[in-house]
């Protein structure tokens, strides 16, 4: 899974900088800012359970009281393409 320019992307801090959206910064610099509504999951969290949030293998996150594992990769519209990779190296 490569981004732009071949860069692999890493999470480096998640923060919900306005009411309804969650920010992402990325090791190699990048910005990304979604609407909550796209993760109904995170979205039902409170304000201190989004601030416990947890970075596994640099392109995975959760929050302490979440139930359910996120990739990068769904947040960069690409969740058919993760799916099948990680289908793949699962097999």
Known sequence: MTGI??????????????????????????????PLSYFPKIKALTTIQRNRWYVLDDQMFSFDDCDEVFHIEQVLGKENIYKYNFSRKSA
Do not use: A, H, Q, T
């Open 5 to 34: 320019i071949k860069i692999n992307p890493v999470i480096k801090k998640i923060s919900f900088p306005e009411k309804g959206k969650m920010k992402f910064n990325l090791l190699d610099k990048r910005e990304i800012i979604i």
